[in-house]
């Protein structure tokens, strides 16, 4: 397979760089969305609390539930949003979706603390 990667986008400030929070979590569970075909329901630890991020992982996996236990990054300063009667209290940071690969997650070297800041 030959990849060819996208043009880098327009320059932005490091300001505009410090307003996304991106932090680690370790993924407790992952459970169906009712009446997706798409979407998975994340339980994630970020140390002091936990929240539910909804990910598009359904047709990416042939089963979601291996990344449980597993540590990533996650966008959790963005506002809660409704899918499919269930809320979403982030994002998931993935690797390859947008360039139309198999998406991947985008992971610490090592174990870190849950919750620990990108940057």
Same mark, same amino acid.
Request: no cysteine; aromatic share 4%.
């Given at each position: 397979m030959t990849f060819n990667p996208a043009e880098i986008k327009p320059q932005i @400030?490091?300001? +505009?760089?410090d %307003?996304? +929070?991106? =932090?680690v979590g370790t993924i407790l569970s992952v459970e169906e969305v009712a009446n @997706? +075909? %798409?979407l998975v329901k994340l =339980? *994630? @630890?970020f140390g002091n609390h936990q929240r539910t991020i909804l990910a598009a992982l359904k047709q990416e996996r042939e089963n979601p539930k291996v990344i449980e236990g597993r540590q990533a990054l996650f966008v *959790?300063?963005? &506002? #809660? %949003? %409704?899918?499919r009667n269930e809320l979403s209290e982030g994002m998931l940071f993935d690797i390859g979706y947008a360039d139309g690969l198999?998406? *991947?997650?985008?992971? &610490?070297? #090592? #174990? *870190?603390?849950?919750?620990? =800041?990108v940057g």
């Amino acid at each position: 397979m030959t990849f060819n990667p996208a043009e880098i986008k327009p320059q932005i @400030s490091m300001l +505009d760089l410090d %307003k996304i +929070d991106i =932090r680690v979590g370790t993924i407790l569970s992952v459970e169906e969305v009712a009446n @997706s +075909d %798409k979407l998975v329901k994340l =339980r *994630v @630890s970020f140390g002091n609390h936990q929240r539910t991020i909804l990910a598009a992982l359904k047709q990416e996996r042939e089963n979601p539930k291996v990344i449980e236990g597993r540590q990533a990054l996650f966008v *959790v300063n963005l &506002p #809660t %949003k %409704k899918m499919r009667n269930e809320l979403s209290e982030g994002m998931l940071f993935d690797i390859g979706y947008a360039d139309g690969l198999v998406p *991947v997650l985008a992971t &610490p070297e #090592t #174990t *870190v603390p849950d919750g620990a =800041r990108v940057g």
